[in-house]
């Protein structure tokens, strides 16, 4: 079992950063890949970043690009988003997840879900 706690989230002005982190525990931890997704409101939940196992490939949606970044401590059993120029359309709710490398951009063959944390961006 692998429990997964988001923390970081909160209230940023537009073009300001961010860093959420993403706690887990279990021992399993560096054996799986590990995603960030977010979900706004009236949208469904879509795929922002991914990380494989190790931490030597990372995987970003289109519009992440460049803005995020995604990375891991697999000592600390914890993944971080990193995300700058913010803007008012990445008000979310953030979700890390754990899961396969090759299917997480597809939200398939997802294994663990946090619990989420809220990222309002004002503008």
């Known amino acids: 079992q692998v429990q997964l706690v988001e923390s970081g989230g909160g209230l940023v002005q537009a073009g300001g950063s961010l860093r959420l982190s993403c706690a887990a525990s279990?021992?399993?931890?560096?054996?799986?890949?590990m995603g960030w997704f977010r979900q706004a409101p009236g949208k469904e939940r879509e795929f922002v970043a991914s990380?494989?196992?190790?931490?030597?490939?990372?995987y970003y949606a289109d519009s992440m690009k460049g803005r995020f970044t995604i990375s891991r401590d697999n000592a600390k059993n914890t993944v971080y988003l990193q995300m700058n120029s913010l803007k008012p359309e990445d008000t979310a709710i953030y979700y890390c997840?754990?899961?396969?490398?090759?299917?997480?951009?597809?939200?398939?063959?997802?294994?663990?879900w946090g619990q989420g944390t809220q990222v309002p961006v004002s503008s």
């Open positions: 997840a754990a899961g396969t490398w090759t299917t997480m951009i597809f939200q398939a063959r997802i294994d663990y």
């Open positions: 990380i494989n196992s190790s931490g030597g490939r990372t």
């Open positions: 279990g021992r399993t931890f560096s054996t799986y890949a």
